[in-house]
T-cell receptor
Framework: NAGVTQTPKFRVLKTGQSMTLLCAQD?????MYWYRQDPGMGLRLIHY???????AKGEVPDGYNVSRLKKQNFLLGLESAAPSQTSVYFC?????????????FGPGTRLLVL | DAKTTQPNSMESNEEEPVHLPCNHS???????IHWYRQLPSQGPEYVIH???SNVNNRMASLAIAEDRKSSTLILHRATLRDAAVYYC??????????????FGKGTHLIIQP
């Protein structure tokens, strides 16, 4: 049982390049989340999903898109990376309604945009 | 979610108890008090949560004031592995609980050997 995994662990992009961050969970959780964490700050919610095929915006959604085609995967896309998107990105999942709300976090993806 | 206030940092000695305070004077009746911690270079991990009564688990205890305007996370015997940033988060379940957690800056706990 790997829990929440994130791919890649670290990436360097040039301004304007695109990339996709992959989050996978093997706990059959309904809810999944993407957060970003800037230095010295707490996490901020980018997008979240309450089930396969559904997504919703969080606090800081601009410049990002997401997709949840399979229940176990939640993808975060950057279409045209900007230096302001340099951050550590964390994915999380939680069981869903009536099954507890504890969020389980992945190890993070460190992204540097030059 | 209502706002919480925590000290920026605290220091304690190894093998001693640690009391991490959190103020949440605008807490509503449906808000649960959650604590997460983030070890260096890792994602946050759940510690404990409660509504009105004090709670204990294998990691920590949560003491909630009678008026619920403050709470204290208690680590009974700190180890070096407990050095982390501790986040106190209010969580309303009235909306089904699907939305994300609202993290502040938390308390940076330093453990001295």
């Amino acid at each position: 049982n790997a829990g929440v995994t994130q791919t890649p662990k670290f990436r360097v992009l040039k301004t304007g390049q695109s990339m996709t961050l992959l989050c996978a969970q093997d706990m059959n959780h309904e809810y999944m989340y993407w957060y970003r964490q800037d230095p010295g700050m707490g996490l901020r919610l980018i997008h979240y999903s309450v089930g396969e095929g559904t997504t919703a915006k969080g606090e800081v959604p601009d410049g990002y898109n997401v997709s949840r085609l399979k229940k176990q995967n939640f993808l975060l896309g950057l279409e045209s990376a900007a230096p302001s998107q340099t951050s550590v990105y964390f994915c999380a999942s939680s069981p869903g309604p009536g099954r507890g709300e504890t969020q389980y976090f992945g190890p993070g993806t460190r992204l540097l945009v030059l | 979610d209502a706002k919480t206030t925590q000290p920026n940092s605290m220091e304690s000695n190894e093998e001693e108890p640690v009391h991490l305070p959190c103020n949440h004077s605008t807490i509503s009746g449906t808000d649960y008090i959650h604590w997460y911690r983030q070890l260096p270079s890792q994602g946050p991990e759940y510690v404990i949560h409660g509504l009105t009564s004090n709670v204990n688990n294998r990691m920590a205890s949560l003491a909630i004031a009678e008026d619920r305007k403050s709470s204290t996370l208690i680590l009974h015997r700190a180890t070096l592995r407990d050095a982390a940033v501790y986040y106190c988060i209010l969580r309303s379940y009235s909306g089904g609980g699907a939305d994300g957690l609202t993290f502040g800056k938390g308390t940076h706990l330093i453990i001295q050997p």
